[in-house]
């Protein structure tokens, strides 16, 4: 009898070890343990973070990235990335952060063939909210971009450049309200295409805010100078990734 209890009690144990103990949280297996990363910090988990951000557009200094410092250059760059997807915006690399950069900058280096098929490729992102310039299969540019609101979605597919327009402007506002300017259009499927947005260019992102379908830009230096690389007949691939 007192065998078989203990070894009844013994296999309880070993049950309730392999449980989480009420009020610990569990490890989440997808964040390394140095997080929150802030200025200062270095190391594997700072390194990973600016590849990501680099895929996504963003500027880092040489150096910081050469030494795995989160330096001012990375915490700027955290902080546009926190705004982009609204979230609390304060610099640090923190749990959140942290997951919503896994899901949009994780596959760095990664694109659909669609964007590699030809010499030269627009390629738009709606998850990672990025336009890519594709040559030769390198990326040659990358602008951070919008789409349309609920209802005004943009569509997804691959199209070509049909109609250019430097001086483009709408009468989405109606027949008898002011033209509304969208310079340096590349128009690919019907009356949606990429263009600069001066309310994009004010206001940057905020929940709600979009276009009626368009490929919004904020960069006005950076539209034009796509406007010029990109010809009529190009390729142009909207996917989520």
């Given at each position: 009898?007192?065998?078989r209890?203990?070894?009844?009690?013994?296999?309880?144990?070993?049950?309730?070890?392999?449980?989480?103990?009420?009020?610990?949280?569990?490890?989440d297996p997808?964040?390394p343990?140095?997080i929150p990363?802030?200025?200062?910090s270095?190391g594997d988990?700072v390194h990973?973070a600016?590849?990501?951000?680099?895929w996504?557009?963003?500027?880092l200094r040489?150096?910081?990235?050469?030494?795995?410092?989160?330096?001012r250059?990375t915490k700027v760059?955290?902080?546009?990335?926190?705004?982009?997807?609204?979230?609390p915006?304060?610099g640090?690399?923190?749990?959140?952060t942290?997951?919503?950069?896994?899901k949009v900058?994780?596959?760095?280096?990664?694109?659909?063939?669609?964007?590699?098929?030809?010499?030269?490729v627009?390629?738009?992102d709606?998850?990672a909210?990025?336009l890519?310039?594709i040559?030769?299969g390198?990326?040659?540019q990358?602008l951070?971009?919008?789409?349309?609101?609920p209802?005004?979605e943009?569509?997804?597919?691959?199209y070509?450049v049909?109609?250019?327009?430097?001086?483009?402007t709408?009468?989405?506002?109606?027949?008898?309200?002011?033209r509304?300017?969208m310079?340096?259009?590349?128009?690919?499927?019907g009356d949606i295409?990429?263009?600069y947005?001066?309310?994009?260019?004010?206001?940057g992102?905020?929940p709600?805010?979009?276009?009626?379908g368009?490929?919004?830009?904020?960069d006005l230096?950076?539209?034009?100078?796509?406007?010029?690389?990109?010809s009529v007949?190009?390729?142009?691939?909207?996917?989520?990734?």
């Amino acid at each position: 009898m007192k065998l078989r209890s203990l070894a009844a009690a013994t296999a309880v144990a070993l049950t309730m070890s392999a449980l989480p103990m009420a009020g610990v949280a569990a490890a989440d297996p997808a964040v390394p343990k140095d997080i929150p990363l802030d200025y200062g910090s270095k190391g594997d988990a700072v390194h990973k973070a600016q590849y990501r951000l680099t895929w996504l557009g963003y500027e880092l200094r040489d150096k910081e990235m050469e030494g795995d410092f989160y330096g001012r250059s990375t915490k700027v760059a955290v902080k546009q990335f926190q705004h982009k997807f609204f979230l609390p915006i304060n610099g640090k690399l923190n749990k959140d952060t942290w997951k919503m950069l896994d899901k949009v900058g994780d596959d760095v280096g990664k694109l659909p063939k669609a964007c590699l098929q030809e010499r030269q490729v627009v390629c738009i992102d709606k998850t990672a909210k990025v336009l890519r310039l594709i040559r030769k299969g390198k990326v040659v540019q990358t602008l951070d971009v919008r789409f349309g609101v609920p209802g005004l979605e943009t569509p997804t597919g691959t199209y070509r450049v049909y109609y250019k327009d430097r001086y483009a402007t709408s009468g989405i506002n109606g027949p008898n309200a002011p033209r509304v300017a969208m310079p340096y259009a590349l128009f690919f499927n019907g009356d949606i295409g990429i263009h600069y947005s001066p309310t994009f260019a004010s206001s940057g992102y905020y929940p709600g805010g979009g276009s009626h379908g368009c490929v919004n830009v904020a960069d006005l230096k950076g539209v034009s100078w796509l406007f010029d690389q990109v010809s009529v007949g190009s390729r142009v691939h909207v996917y989520w990734s």
